[in-house]
């Protein structure tokens, strides 16, 4: 028998994920060299951070069991994976900004005694966390806030390095910096290889892997489709086995007849979240929009609806169009625009109470006199949408907690249907529902199209884009970089799009370094 591999630091094997009978990740085999990098990628829902959660101790498998240096390794939680030296920098940064950069560093061991904190010490093992990735010119008694978000970036990296750090996962590092600030991580990357340790970087940025990696990961629909050198392959060869095949389901939504203009933007724009989108869709279309995440797609919705106020920008509504002021999602509703968003379980629904109460809130003005609400009235309504939509419950006064995803997406979606809304904005409508669920929710939307609706649809899911969609418009860097009509588009088309903002951005910021540094 051969001896085991001492470069080896860690190892999957067999790991599977299900949520709900829903599979996520299956059958994943994989090891993790000291001093590499192996870049993780794949489509938005491949399961890149499902895998890289359960490395790092925030899931747990269903299936499988993994080794960390030669030893069964089984975290059950993010603090006992840190105990043994592997970390996980989220794109979500775990600091707070109103503290210094000394403080965050160690905020879990302060050093002091009895409940005194010694600003020497502190202030010293800052100094040495900080050398490790390059920060020695940023004073540790500076407060977070005030710090660029590369070098925030930087702080979260020195805080996971403290102590034993054999495992650092780095996911999507990349999506919030500058071009100069990626070079500076790329050095400290290079750095911590030389230390011996093994990364995983994560990353939609195919260019970026070719700099940084000498491995990729390739995962498809939670199935890892490929682990091989990175040289051995371009981008075009990445993108083919990101996508995999092209779309073979077909989906007959039903005859309809695109009419007049029903929404149009213009020129709307948000700090550099969503920078001077236009669009516009047709009564009975399906305008889809994509991206990667962080693209800027679930912050365009909120702008037409009025979650959010636009910096610039117009909406135009009605027959024909006409621009509308929308500084709230109570103008939005005037106006016949609907957000059924992704978030249906925080901002959608109140899970403790039935689907009656749910559908009922947003038609308040229907189903109540003098503040007092007619139960009567109420289930007649709810009842009306269970049978339109073919909600399962056992009726009106089901808890909505009960229900399964598919189902509690139809009461929110129902919710808007009895307001006739003509203007309905999707984000993410069918994330974390069954297939079946989801081809009822496509022959729903099909169905509002027939009817003359509107539809603005966000999906992370390419193939569910282009299995509903009349158009779809991408967006990168939170500019609408294209937009393709049904029959000429493909999956490269539509994924290349979505990387080109970035790297046009990449690039201008490259073009303009020479001139802030003279």
């Known amino acids: 028998m051969s001896a085991p591999d001492a470069s080896v630091v860690l190892t999957v094997s067999g790991i599977g994920k299900t949520y709900t009978l829903q599979p996520v990740l299956a059958g994943i085999e994989l090891s993790l060299h000291r001093g590499e990098v192996l870049a993780l990628t794949g489509e938005n829902g491949a399961g890149k951070s499902t895998l890289s959660k359960i490395i790092g101790g925030l899931?747990?498998?269903?299936?499988?069991?993994?080794?960390?240096?030669?030893?069964?390794?089984?975290?059950g939680s993010r603090a006992q994976a840190e105990q043994l030296g592997v970390r996980m920098v989220m794109q979500e940064l775990n600091l707070l900004p109103t503290l210094?950069?000394?403080?965050?560093?160690?905020?879990?061991k302060l050093p002091g005694h009895l409940g005194w904190i010694s600003r020497k010490q502190l202030r010293k093992a800052a100094i040495e966390a900080m050398s490790q990735v390059g920060l020695e010119a940023i004073d540790p008694d500076t407060l977070v806030g005030e710090l660029g978000i590369g070098h925030q970036q930087m702080v979260e990296i020195a805080r996971n390095l403290?102590?034993?750090?054999?495992?650092?996962?780095?996911?999507?590092?990349?999506?919030?910096?500058?071009?100069r600030e990626v070079e500076m991580l790329f050095v400290q990357i290079e750095r911590l290889q030389a230390r011996g340790v093994a990364i995983v970087y994560i990353s939609h940025r195919l260019e970026e892997l070719a700099q940084v990696a000498q491995r990729i990961a390739v995962l498809r629909d939670g199935c890892l489709v490929c682990v091989e050198p990175i040289a051995d392959y371009n981008s075009e060869q990445l993108v083919n086995l990101m996508v995999g095949r092209e779309l073979g389901d077909q989906l007959d939504l039903g005859e309809r007849s695109l009419g007049e203009t029903a929404l149009e933007v213009c020129g709307i724009s948000r700090s550099d979240k969503v920078r001077d989108v236009s669009f516009k869709v047709r009564k009975g279309e399906i305008f889809g929009i994509s991206g990667l995440i962080g693209a800027g797609r679930t912050e365009l919705l909120r702008l037409i609806y009025g979650a959010d106020v636009a910096d610039r920008g117009t909406v135009a509504v009605?027959?024909?169009?006409?621009v509308v002021t929308v500084r709230s999602p109570a103008d939005a509703v005037r106006q016949g625009i609907a957000l059924i968003t992704e978030d249906r379980k925080g901002e959608g629904l109140l899970l403790t109470q039935s689907i009656s109460a749910n559908i009922g809130l947003g038609n308040m003005d229907r189903i109540s006199s003098s503040g007092l609400v007619n139960a009567t009235?109420?289930?007649?309504?709810?009842?009306?949408?269970?049978?339109?939509?073919?909600?399962?419950?056992?009726?009106?006064?089901?808890?909505?907690?009960?229900?399964?995803?598919?189902?509690?997406?139809?009461?929110?979606?129902?919710?808007?249907?009895?307001?006739?809304?003509?203007?309905?904005?999707?984000?993410?409508?069918?994330?974390?529902?069954?297939?079946?669920?989801?081809?009822?929710?496509?022959?729903?939307?099909?169905e509002l199209t027939r009817k003359g609706k509107a539809l603005v649809v966000v999906s992370s899911d390419l193939r569910e884009l282009m299995l509903i969609c009349d158009r779809i418009g991408v967006l990168s860097a939170g500019r609408l970089i294209d937009t393709f009509e049904r029959d000429s588009w493909s999956q490269e088309q539509l994924l290349a799009a979505a990387f080109a903002g970035y790297q046009k951005r990449d690039a201008l910021l490259a073009e303009a370094t020479p001139k802030e540094a003279s």
């Open 59 to 75: 899931e747990l498998p269903t299936i499988g069991h993994m080794q960390f240096k030669g030893q069964a390794y089984a975290p």
């Open 100 to 108: 210094t950069v000394a403080e965050n560093l160690f905020l879990d």
């Open 162 to 179: 403290i102590g034993d750090c054999h495992v650092l996962i780095l996911d999507e590092p990349t999506a919030m910096l500058t071009a």
């Open 318 to 322: 009605g027959t024909p169009v006409q």
């Open 377 to 446: 009235q109420e289930a007649a309504l709810a009842r009306r949408q269970i049978d339109a939509m073919g909600i399962r419950s056992s009726g009106p006064e089901q808890v909505v907690s009960q229900l399964s995803g598919g189902n509690q997406q139809k009461v929110v979606i129902g919710r808007w249907l009895e307001r006739d809304c003509s203007v309905l904005l999707f984000d993410e409508p069918t994330r974390g529902i069954d297939i079946g669920a989801k081809f009822d929710i496509y022959r729903l939307l099909g």
